[in-house]
């Protein structure tokens, strides 16, 4: 089969021709219908030779939909032909963060040597996916295998890190978006359909910004360094009950904290590398700042079944898969607005 794959650090991912995988016991083939792009690959191409993670070549793609083609001995739960997606975050299912569903918390993946597809495991980039268990899979339930796919990662990590902030975004609040890219448009669409928060959006680039307005941002802003003081403007001085930063850098990092409101909560999603100092002096009175990944499996049925009742609606282009190296050269330049779905 044909599958996209990351070969050589630095060097650009190339489409190649791998043997068709076959499911041993427990596992479960896929045929991918659809396959998002994500910037976190781009992260993970940019990492150097030492320290490198991940096994070469890797088949990218951990975000997955496809149709149920073969299985492996003794599985159950799911049948030939079944449209699903992939829960991407696989752990080992039975520590006690994987008994509540937060299997991307695994207490034990890294002493297992579990790693999601895509991410250390061969990813959705290609025309068959091997999952390991059957518990990975949620049903489609009729949603478009292009609308649905961005919902595994760049709908589930912002409805993750956006419902541990609901308490806090009653009538009146606001919530601040920093980068309307993937996950930051859905992050806007879930904060409109969850909350009564006032939903600001910031971006770099006018056209990400238009996005962000089409799919229910309020007001959006320039993000550079004025930003923090424009949203105090926006809020008559208060700041943002919670801040979601999509970019996760040096600079976005310290215009999220300086925007973050008393007992406001900064979620920095991105991993652009950038910290912020939390101490007397750094941040408004008891503001929690955290750092979460990804989400649990229920969270993903919630996510897709705000899908269904017509909430969210991601924003796609589509590529072949002798195209996705485009994609990602695309996604690279700042030139995707929404996300970019590979169809293998
Ligand atoms: P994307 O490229 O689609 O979107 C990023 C957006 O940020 C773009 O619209 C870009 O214009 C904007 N941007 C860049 N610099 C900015 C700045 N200084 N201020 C404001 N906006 C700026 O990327 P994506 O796929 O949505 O991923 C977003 C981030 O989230 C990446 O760092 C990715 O690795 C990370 N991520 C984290 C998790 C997690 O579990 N924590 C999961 C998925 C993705
Ligand atoms: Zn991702
Ligand atoms: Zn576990």
Redesign the pocket.
Known sequence: MKALQYREIGAAPEVVTVPDPEPGPGQVLLKVTAAG???????VMSWPAEGFPYPLPLTLG?EGVGTVAALGAGVTGVREGDAVAVYG?WGCGSCAKCAQGKE?YCLRAGELGINPPGLGAPGSMAEYLLVDDARHLVPLGGLDPVAAVPLT??GL?PY??IKRSLPKLVPGSTAVV?????????AIQLLRALSPARVVA????AE?LELAKKVGAHEVVL??AR?SAAVRELTGGVGAEAVF?????A??VA?AGAMAAVEGDVT?????GGTLPVGFGHLAFEVSVS?????SRGELDEVLALARSGAVSVHTETYSLDDAPLAYER??D?K????AVILP
């Not at 910031?202 to 680039?205: E, I, N």
């Open positions: 792009v994500c910037h976190s690959d781009i992260a951990h975050p991307n990662d760049a990590t993750h890190a920093i980068g309307t890219g993937g996950l930051g448009h859905v910031l971006d770099v680039s990400k993000s550079d930003a930063d999509f970019v996760g850098a600079p976005t215009s920095i999603v991105g991993i652009g750092a979460p990944y990804w989400g996604l690279h700042g995707i607005n929404g996300r």
